[in-house]
């Protein structure tokens, strides 16, 4: 049974950084996708960046050349690195896991998830 637990929210004015991370247990496929998403209030929850088994990232426009998603070593730790904030990035954040392989297409929809963090808050103002 997988568990996540997210940290590092906060509130930072615009143009600031943060960098969010995911403690990730009871995950041991071999073949998988990790994710964040957010959730501003209002708004369905969207995909922000995911990263698959071989290393491989993916982005939501809205995000590209800003957040940067990483593992650590072992890869029990996932992060978001998120630097020139806007305000519109104001959101709860969440941290995902997928067994398996998903098609690029698919690779930041929320369906294709199956394990979910409780969510930290971000802040940009």
């Known amino acids: 049974h997988v568990q996540l637990v997210e940290s590092g929210g906060g509130s930072v004015q615009v143009g600031g950084s943060l960098k969010l991370s995911c403690a990730v247990s009871g995950y041991t496929f071999s073949t998988y996708c990790m994710g964040w998403f957010r959730q501003a209030p209002g708004k369905q929850r969207e995909g922000v960046a995911s990263i698959d088994s071989d290393g491989s990232t993916y982005y939501d426009d809205s995000v590209k050349g800003r957040f940067t998603i990483s593992q650590g070593n072992p890869k029990n730790t996932l992060y978001l690195q998120m630097n020139s904030l806007k305000p519109e990035d104001t959101a709860m954040y969440y941290c995902?896991?997928?067994?398996?392989?998903?098609?690029?297409?698919?690779?930041?929809?929320?369906?294709?998830?199956?394990?979910w963090g409780q969510g930290t808050q971000v802040t940009v103002s």
């Open positions: 995902a896991a997928a067994r398996g392989a998903i098609v690029t297409m698919a690779i930041l929809w929320e369906s294709r998830y199956n394990g």
